[in-house]
């Protein structure tokens, strides 16, 4: 998927024998009454929705339970986030922990991921696709595998302009014609921080029965 921001990602599977982080954003009220924020650049990070477990099943179409082969899920998703630079690195690390009911041979599992930068809650601006094996040896139920994956974000279409920055931070006491006003009222300021607000989410990449089958169970 071509991005329409100068955005990279990275994605890289780590053999071994998503829950929400990022950095936070927060706000108070001042002493004088006025209203000061922290926003910080980096993209929040998550696994997304209906995306964070795959099962796959013995025989094609079925979904009973007797039927199902391998369940695995994406777990303990962390970040580390750079963002003293021109650019914004994040890196997102995670483990896939799965259990397989056949455990009569040694048998490795591929299954894909994908990280995805979210622009605004809703505009999917990059995505990549990569895999992780799992390997089970004879008789083993469970097995685990690391994954990692980087994103790159230019701080430019990260930040907010000097002027959504002091609508946003300027001190508003009472008496002020605008005291009562949230400024994410104004329509350009609330379009501004989401043009300026990121996400990276991760999670498996499923086939459309995959994912009909995760939104009913």
């Given amino acids: ?14 053999a071994l024998a998503f829950a929400l982080a990022g950095c936070a954003r ?18 929040v990070v998550g696994v997304a929705a209906g995306t964070g477990d795959v099962t796959l099943f013995k025989t094609p179409d079925a979904t009973d339970e007797n039927s199902i082969d391998l369940v695995a899920s994406m777990t303990n998703v962390r970040s580390t986030c750079a963002d003293a630079g021109a650019d914004i690195a994040t890196t997102v690390t995670f483990n896939v922990e799965a259990r397989r009911t056949d455990t009569s041979t040694a048998r490795d599992v591929t299954l894909p ?23 089970f040896d004879a008789g083993q139920a469970r097995g685990q595998v690391a994954g990692e994956a980087s994103t ?12 959504v920055r002091e609508k946003l931070t300027r001190r508003r006491k009472a008496g002020d014609e605008d005291a009562a006003v949230d400024p994410l009222t104004q329509p350009d300021v609330r379009q501004a921080v989401a043009s300026a607000s990121f996400e990276a989410l991760v999670g498996f990449q499923l086939t459309e029965a995959q994912l009909k089958y995760n939104a009913t169970r």
Wanted: with cysteine.
């Fill in 26 to 43: 927060t706000g108070e009220i001042d002493a004088s009454g006025g209203i000061t924020a922290v926003r910080s650049a980096c993209p």
């Fill in 113 to 135: 991921y994908y990280i995805a930068i979210v622009r605004g809650g809703t505009n999917v601006v990059a995505k990549r696709i990569s895999r992780v094996s799992i390997h």
């Fill in 1 to 14: 998927m071509k991005a329409s921001i100068p955005v990279s990602l990275v994605l890289a599977p780590v």
């Fill in 152 to 163: 790159t974000i230019a701080r430019s279409a990260a930040t907010l302009s000097d002027e």
